[in-house]
């Protein structure tokens, strides 16, 4: 890959680029783009930026105010594989034109302002995140929702639910049970060449990938491996890999979906997060404490459980996320770490000796996290926790799902709701807004975004199950 402007502009020339597509994302987590002529694109775009009217994108500027410019970072070129005239994509950071500088809504420079924060502080320079996200392919998806009716359907040629289906030209079987697709081999795994597809695409699009595999739920839920990152690197590869899992299964007639919680009564899709800090590279996280901790990684991990309900606005940001995050079931609920138990929220994975793979893993995010915002959220959380010595309190090496009630009312739980980390973001956020990191701006406009687009339109609209309960009250 690339790494300077003149080196982007020489692969452009040496591999026949004609066109150069330009991405950003949103501070939904959703990519935007904009296609150029190879002729537009200079040395000065790297520094300058290109035009584009921010107004049109949601939560971001006002008509009066609208014009922007998004900045290509050359070390994100790759060639997109989706395209069928030869095209060079570039993730892109967004500035005001007028000054020069970052504009603060742009969550990739948001970011880039956790890191030089981090540095400052001098606790660190270097955060390593190893996202896990997981999606479901579906063979059908059709919803609506209006005045007089609201439904979806879904169908996958492996859900549990077909296995008296005639359709398919005679039923051949092998579907997958409720919660046993992790992970029979093939005919019971049926998209194995799909997933290889996926992954492959993914490292040509400069994704270091690591494997692929199905997972636990019916109906097609997967997951591709990639190897840790900056963070900064490791939030562009979460939406190059779902760039590549969409495109992908469109290709082969197939829809994929990041939704956390698309099928009843069975596993959803989370997007497990693990970090660690580093200075001077060298890491910050072993030690000899409590499974090879040192006291900064104990005080980071206080810092991530005594800042969760917020954190939880970022990295679980959709009303979908609470479908999914249910106490009683899989779902990592409890604000409590241990070592190797996965059910507590905070786990500290084995890794043995090594000091370099010492590390902490937050299971609660899902793939509807904008993963600039969710990874640079832990990290203000951490870094409030070390500064602060935070204590995370006792390990809880036991099944947190076997315990009794009582026994369980005495650990604290993530939000029951979006709404409810909406909440706890407005009363707690001192801990984002340190350095100029988040401004009061930005999450005032996320709180209100989230609360009139999604929270409010969400209670004016009965839901099909209020129907089977009440119709005939």
């Keep these: 890959m ?211 595999h199905h997972e636990v739920a019916t109906a097609g839920q997967c997951e591709l491996g990639m190897k840790f990152s900056d963070l900064i690197s490791a939030a562009d590869n979460v939406l190059i890999y779902k760039y590549v899992v969409k495109n992908v299964a469109r290709k082969y007639g197939k829809t994929a979906t990041f939704m956390p919680k698309p099928v009843l009564n069975d596993n959803g899709s989370g997007m497990h997060t693990h970090m660690s800090v580093w200075k001077g590279g060298e890491p910050l ?61 905070i786990r500290i994975p084995l890794t043995g000796s090594n000091p370099k793979a010492k590390r902490f893993e937050f299971r609660c995010p899902d793939p509807t996290a904008n993963p600039y915002l969710s990874f640079t959220a832990m990290l203000m959380a951490g870094i409030d926790g070390v500064q602060n010595k935070i204590d995370p309190g006792s390990p809880l090496d036991v099944d947190i799902y076997e315990l009794s009630p009582e026994e369980l009312s005495k650990i604290p739980s993530t939000p029951g709701s979006l709404e409810g980390a909406l909440s706890a973001l407005a009363e707690d956020h001192a801990f984002l807004t340190a350095g100029g990191v988040f401004t009061e701006d930005f999450i005032d406009n996320y709180i209100t975004y989230k609360l009139d687009n999604e929270v409010n339109p969400m209670r004016l609209r009965p839901h099909p199950y209020e129907f089977m309960l009440y119709y005939d009250a």
């Design 285 to 345: 996280f072993f030690g000899d404490g409590y499974a090879d901790l040192s006291e900064t990684a104990l005080h980071f991990i206080g810092g991530i459980i005594k800042h969760a309900p917020s954190i939880l606005a970022f990295s679980n940001p959709s009303l979908n996320s609470y479908k999914r995050l249910v106490p009683g079931f899989e779902a990592p609920v409890n604000l409590a770490y241990s070592q190797g138990n996965r059910s507590a929220s």
């Design 2 to 212: 690339a790494a300077t402007a003149q080196e982007v502009l020489k692969m452009i020339q040496d591999e026949g680029i004609e066109l150069i597509d330009l991405k950003f994302v949103d501070i939904l987590g959703v990519w935007q783009h904009c296609t150029f002529h190879v002729s537009y694109i200079d040395e000065t775009a790297f520094t300058e930026g290109v035009a584009f009217d921010g107004s049109s994108i949601r939560g971001w500027k006002a008509i009066n105010a609208s014009d922007m410019a998004m900045v290509p970072d050359p070390t994100t070129a790759w060639i997109d594989p989706f395209m069928e005239v030869p095209t060079l994509s570039m993730i892109c950071s967004i500035i005001e034109p007028r000054t020069g500088e970052i504009y603060d809504r742009d969550p990739r420079s948001i970011a880039q302002k956790g890191l030089n924060y981090l540095e400052a502080s001098g606790l660190g320079d270097a955060v390593y995140c190893g996202p896990e996200p997981e999606f479901f392919i579906f063979e059908d998806i059709r919803y609506d929702q209006n005045e007089h009716e609201g439904y979806y359907h879904i169908d996958s040629n492996e859900g549990q639910w077909n296995t008296g289906r005639k359709e398919e030209g005679g039923n051949l079987g092998f579907k997958t049970g409720y919660k046993r697709g992790y992970f029979p081999v093939a005919p019971s795994d049926t998209l194995q060449d799909i997933r290889t597809e996926m992954l492959l695409t993914m490292a040509k699009c400069g994704v270091p990938v690591e494997k692929h």
